[in-house]
């Protein structure tokens, strides 16, 4: 029985609950990128870096927050620097829509041509953000580290296995929960959330009802910048900060959004977490849960791990093409990709 209580420690501790932030950090990106595609109706390859100029942002504000002797105590002086962080960011999008993408939609570009120019739209920013906060690590630098330490845990429960629960995890959990809880809310319930909803079902029914697409636009970027924002900040805090990464978290939040159903935002969030536990799972070493479940005989010599951590991203990728070749909808049935 204590065999099976460690190997169930050792799997919450480097499966699940690591596999549990992830995936919320990624449900918040994926549905930034499902709404841009199932309002503005073109896949936006800038959302990563859209994610890491608000975190670029956060962070020197939460610096300035710091030599100024601010505290949030145990939490985070993050969460203090985060709305200058999203209001930055709104700027940013709504500069860019105002300066490139609206000329492509008043011509009424294929949604191919729109998907390119964000990709040039991608590598400014990307340039910008190095520019602005250097290509180095980054650290938010403040913060209570665990919730509950693994040498807590070993004392409280006498296992040989200790639970480690990280303040970030935990701290991305609930804001995760937060976020959605007001996004579905604020889409379902008010005028403005069933204009967007409207306006993405049928444009040419929507402007006849009356809806204004202007202002659609602009309420689709303010969300996507919050969105955008807190994805980041959490990812950023929970792991650290660096430019390229965010650059290359722009696959398995694609990946997200098309597997749950690319224009779906209950599919991005399920796919979220798809994405996050297969990664997470198959390059994990299992050689630790295997040897407290295994006979003595039995136990592995070797890591047991599928892939290594370098090839993560792989996994994202190889979903995404089972996905893209026999159910192109998702699992939630979104727009067809």
Same mark, same amino acid.
């Given at each position: 029985?204590?065999?099976?209580?460690?190997?169930?420690?050792?799997?919450?501790?480097?499966?699940?609950?690591?596999?549990?932030?992830?995936?919320?950090?990624?449900? %918040? $990106?994926?549905?930034?990128?499902?709404?841009?595609?199932?309002? !503005?109706?073109?896949?936006?390859?800038?959302?990563?870096?859209?994610?890491?100029? $608000?975190?670029?942002?956060?962070?020197?504000?939460?610096?300035? @927050?710091?030599?100024?002797?601010?505290? %949030?105590?145990?939490?985070?002086?993050?969460?203090?620097?985060?709305?200058?962080?999203?209001?930055?960011?709104?700027?940013?999008?709504?500069?860019?829509?105002?300066?490139?993408?609206?000329?492509?939609?008043?011509?009424?570009?294929?949604?191919?041509?729109?998907?390119?120019?964000?990709?040039?739209?991608?590598?400014?920013?990307?340039?910008?953000?190095?520019?602005?906060? #250097?290509?180095?690590?980054?650290?938010?630098?403040? #913060?209570?580290?665990?919730?509950?330490?693994?040498?807590?845990?070993?004392? =409280?429960?006498?296992?040989?296995?200790?639970?480690?629960?990280?303040?970030?995890?935990?701290?991305?959990?609930?804001?995760?929960? !937060?976020?959605?809880?007001?996004?579905? =809310?604020?889409?379902?319930?008010?005028?403005?959330?069933?204009?967007?909803?409207?306006?993405?079902?049928?444009?040419? @029914?929507?402007?006849?009802?009356?809806?204004?697409?202007?202002?659609?636009?602009?309420?689709? =970027?303010?969300?996507?910048?919050?969105?955008?924002?807190?994805?980041?900040?959490?990812?950023?805090?929970?792991?650290?900060?660096?430019?390229?990464?965010?650059?290359?978290?722009?696959?398995?939040?694609?990946?997200?959004?098309?597997?749950?159903?690319?224009?779906?935002?209950?599919?991005?969030?399920? $796919?979220?977490?798809?994405?996050?536990?297969?990664?997470?799972?198959?390059?994990?070493? =299992?050689?630790?849960? @295997?040897?407290?479940?295994?006979?003595?005989?039995?136990?592995?010599?070797?890591?047991?791990?599928?892939?290594?951590?370098?090839?993560?991203?792989?996994?994202?990728?190889?979903?995404?093409?089972?996905?893209?070749?026999?159910?192109?909808?998702?699992?939630?049935?979104?727009?067809?990709?």
């Amino acid at each position: 029985m204590t065999d099976l209580l460690n190997a169930l420690v050792a799997l919450a501790n480097f499966v699940i609950i690591p596999a549990s932030a992830y995936g919320a950090q990624l449900a %918040l $990106g994926a549905l930034g990128v499902t709404l841009v595609y199932g309002i !503005l109706r073109f896949s936006n390859f800038a959302h990563g870096d859209t994610m890491a100029f $608000g975190t670029t942002i956060t962070i020197l504000v939460t610096w300035a @927050l710091q030599a100024a002797g601010v505290s %949030l105590g145990p939490l985070p002086t993050a969460l203090l620097a985060l709305p200058v962080g999203i209001a930055a960011c709104a700027v940013m999008v709504l500069v860019t829509d105002r300066a490139v993408y609206r000329f492509y939609r008043e011509v009424r570009a294929k949604p191919v041509i729109l998907m390119i120019v964000s990709i040039g739209v991608m590598f400014i920013m990307n340039g910008l953000v190095r520019f602005i906060i #250097g290509p180095d690590d980054q650290s938010f630098a403040d #913060g209570a580290r665990f919730v509950i330490s693994a040498r807590e845990f070993k004392q =409280w429960s006498g296992l040989d296995e200790g639970l480690a629960l990280k303040s970030t995890q935990l701290l991305t959990l609930v804001t995760a929960a !937060l976020v959605v809880a007001v996004l579905f =809310w604020f889409l379902n319930r008010t005028r403005t959330g069933k204009s967007m909803r409207a306006y993405s079902d049928n444009e040419d @029914l929507a402007l006849l009802s009356g809806v204004d697409p202007e202002r659609v636009v602009r309420v689709t =970027w303010l969300i996507v910048a919050a969105l955008a924002t807190v994805a980041g900040v959490l990812y950023g805090l929970d792991k650290s900060f660096k430019p390229f990464t965010y650059f290359q978290i722009l696959l398995p939040i694609f990946a997200s959004a098309i597997v749950g159903g690319l224009g779906s935002p209950v599919g991005a969030i399920a $796919g979220g977490f798809v994405i996050a536990f297969s990664e997470v799972t198959v390059t994990y070493a =299992w050689k630790k849960v @295997l040897g407290y479940l295994l006979p003595e005989s039995l136990e592995p010599s070797a890591l047991v791990q599928l892939l290594s951590t370098d090839y993560k991203f792989a996994v994202s990728f190889v979903i995404l093409l089972v996905v893209l070749l026999f159910r192109p909808t998702g699992l939630f049935r979104g727009k067809s990709v």
